[in-house]
């Protein structure tokens, strides 16, 4: 069944292209449209079949997980946002120590370079 589904899409998925191609002397606006409703269409039909079904159970699901979610509030965001901002300068500053330590290991006392 699902056979069907996938065909008739795919056929007015070809309609709404052939449609833009055939009707050349249309303005560009109209042939477009023409395209877009071939997809919508297409996604409609694609919607009824059984993985279009689980498509959207699946939607519904994550929007109402979306829901559940306990979003910070400002201040939240803020403190978090100054944690995030001090451990990069911390790191930032740790990787220039060891970058510059290294340095002088290899090309001081190694090399000899100056």
């Known amino acids: 069944m699902n056979i069907l589904f996938y065909l008739l899409s795919a ?3 070809a309609g709404g292209i052939a449609g833009f191609y ?3 002397d249309w303005p560009g606006l109209a042939r477009a449209a023409l395209v877009v409703l071939g997809v919508v269409a297409a996604g409609g039909v694609l919607l009824l079949s059984e993985p279009g079904k689980a498509f959207v159970a699946f939607v519904r699901a994550a929007v109402a997980e ?5 979003w910070p509030n400002r201040k ?3 403190q978090a946002t100054l944690v995030v901002f001090a451990f990069v300068v ?7 120590l060891v970058d510059k ?3 002088w290991v290899l090309y001081g006392l190694l090399l000899g370079w100056k």
């Open 11 to 13: 056929l007015l998925l």
């Open 101 to 103: 330590t290294l340095e």
């Open 76 to 78: 939240e965001t803020t």
């Open 90 to 96: 911390t790191l930032a500053i740790f990787m220039w």
């Open 22 to 24: 055939y009707f050349a």
């Open 66 to 70: 979306v829901r559940k979610v306990v």
